[in-house]
């Protein structure tokens, strides 16, 4: 034992991948402190697992090439916080987290992290990263579970437990021997399928953010491009393409820290002054809206500068109001009689106000149909230049009328929010700004992942 | 002088008609419930119309194209909103309130239908 005594003091890299290399309990203890203690050689016959720190038995996960000690204590933390913390992983898009307050903290980025119970993030995507002061916290929870499921497991003709010995009938050792097995394989399968789904959560969030960034990246070449030589419009279009590119990024980081507050608990002083800042970010867009239609009022109205399923679902350049607040629903309770009474007249005027644009909307439509359509422009007609340039100018002049169209649907939904703040609790309007943030970033995603589809 | 137009107001007798154009767009918008200033080809003047009697409320609609003084009042009513916008103008009870985005806002944060049942345009 002298031997690897001594070689146990050096250094941990070499000592742990050599085959030969086994631990003993008492030794163990003495020897690591922040190390993971007990790799052992599953070949050997003669291990006997009296340690209280257990091993993972799957040859293949104990080294890995890389950091070896770290490995095994990696895999295993995946499956520890993986059993903590996802129930069902609901998600999520665009790099923001889940709706019911759940644990996850997401940076921005291309590394994803998922918290772990006691506040650490792990980088999922690369194993080899764990926090080696962490493992053995998280190792020793997963450990007893090892345990247990070891107690009748067998690996060659080397025997684990005396428990088993105790029973001393060949048959039922056999039997508990297949059973444990067949348990260890379906818990592994179902840890393994976990950890595939994460892995899918996470590429797609990266998806998202990729197809924004190329989405942006191409915008700002076109741009550079372009230059002066084109259009004052196609140049209005792209710079609030590119701004609300940022102010979109800005608004997540605002709802992720918002997020943060409610999920900590925070006191209402200085959660509201959160809720604040998301408001007036939205005052923000709602500027840049009105800069932009004043602009280009068509490139606000068709929506590019929006993903597709949002466009589809758009109301005169932007969101309904009266959608938004159907889409908040019940997720306000406990609202006060007051607040409900509030609220169902907040929809209900929301709703006639849209119908009131949109029948306006469509009063223009069709008296620019009248006026293009007009006789005097007609094949019988004379043919009268005059003629055709006044209808032309009278068509100028209600088009011209959209941009106030335009304008009136943008105050709507930026007096919806606002009221909706006025009537919630500070809380119950933090609640409502995640949710209404969390659906949009859904949207969005789902735009991404059609986009994305694979097709035959 | 005789009023031109349909609209859904009534005629005036001309023997008590103002002379000051804007005297005489007071005085017809106190004398209903909900006054709406409008021209026939204003859509957005249509998108008003339509949100009261979304509402149930039944507007008195002065079509000011169809009115000879109807320049005359447009002017009045641009001075008096301080925009190059004269319609659509909305009056409940007399009082002025805007356009359509005044309108619009008051509605949304509550403040309308209250006004309106003051001044007996709505009912419960």
Not at chain 1, 44 to 61: G, T
Not at chain 1, 312 to 323: A, H, I, K, Q, V
Not at chain 2, 9 to 23: I, K
């Amino acid at each position: 034992m002298q031997s690897f005594k001594a070689a146990a003091t050096t250094t941990n890299q070499d000592m742990f991948c050599h085959s030969s290399f086994f631990l003993r309990g008492d030794d163990c203890n003495s020897r690591h402190q922040t190390h993971f203690p007990d790799l052992g050689e599953l070949d050997h016959p003669a291990v006997a697992f009296h340690h209280d720190d257990a091993v993972d038995l799957s040859p293949s996960s104990i080294f890995s090439s890389k950091s070896s000690n770290v490995a095994v204590a990696a895999n295993d933390l995946h499956y520890s916080a993986l059993n903590t913390s996802i129930g069902a992983t609901e998600m999520v898009s665009g790099g923001t987290g889940c709706l019911n307050t759940g644990q996850f903290m997401y940076q921005k980025g291309p590394a994803f992290g998922v918290s772990l119970g006691n506040g650490h993030i792990e980088n999922w995507a690369d194993s080899g990263l764990a926090d080696k002061s962490q493992q053995t916290d998280t190792s020793t929870d997963i450990d007893t579970d090892y345990k247990n499921q070891l107690h009748g497991v067998q690996h060659g003709p080397m025997k684990v437990d005396s428990v088993d010995q105790s029973k001393s009938k060949c048959g039922d050792l056999k039997m508990l021997r297949r059973l444990a097995q067949n348990r260890e394989a379906a818990r592994k399968s179902r840890l393994r399928k976990k950890a595939y789904v994460q892995q899918l959560e996470n590429s797609r969030l990266k998806l998202t953010e990729m197809e924004q960034e190329l989405q942006r990246a191409r915008q700002q070449s076109c741009f550079i491009r372009t230059g002066l030589s084109d259009s004052v419009m196609g140049n209005a279009a792209l710079a609030f393409d590119m701004e609300y590119g940022g102010w979109l990024d800005e608004h997540q980081r605002l709802i992720n820290d918002l997020r943060l507050a409610v999920n900590s608990h925070m006191g209402d002083n200085e959660l509201c002054i959160l809720v604040a800042g998301v408001m007036a970010h939205y005052d923000e867009v709602f500027r840049l809206k009105s800069i932009g239609t004043k602009a280009d009022v068509f490139h606000m109205l068709s929506g590019m500068w929006k993903t597709p399923a949002e466009r589809c679902f758009m109301w005169l350049g932007g969101f309904r109001s009266s959608e938004l607040l159907k889409i908040l629903g019940n997720h306000l309770e406990p609202l006060t009689e007051q607040q409900l009474m509030g609220i169902c007249n907040l929809q209900q005027s929301s709703q006639q106000a849209e119908d009131a644009l949109s029948q306006g909307m469509e009063a223009l439509q069709q008296s620019l149909v009248d006026t293009l359509s007009s006789a005097c422009l007609g094949p019988t007609a004379s043919g009268n230049v005059a003629d055709y340039m006044g209808q032309m100018a009278i068509a100028m002049g209600k088009l011209a009328t959209l941009e106030n169209f335009l304008h009136q649907a943008d105050l709507l939904r930026q007096q919806t929010l606002q009221q909706m703040h006025r009537i919630l609790t500070t809380r119950q309007a933090a609640r409502a700004l995640l949710v209404i943030s969390d659906y949009t970033s859904r949207l969005r995603a789902l735009s991404s992942l059609w986009l994305a589809r694979p097709r035959n | 002088m005789h009023y031109q137009g349909e609209s859904w107001g009534y005629y005036m007798p001309t023997s008590s008609m103002p002379s000051d154009t804007m005297e005489r767009v007071v005085k017809l918008a106190s004398e209903s419930a909900v006054v709406i200033f409008s021209l026939s080809s204003c859509c957005m003047c249509h998108a008003v119309k339509r949100l009261f009697c979304g509402m149930g409320v039944n507007p008195t609609v002065y079509e000011l194209d169809q009115d000879l003084r109807g320049k005359e009042m447009e002017r009045a009513l641009m001075r008096l909103l301080g925009n190059s916008q004269a319609v659509p103008v909305v009056f409940i009870g007399g009082k002025l309130i805007g356009s359509m985005d005044r309108v619009m806002a008051s509605h949304i944060n509550g403040t309308l239908v209250p006004l309106l049942k003051e001044a007996g345009a709505l009912w419960l």
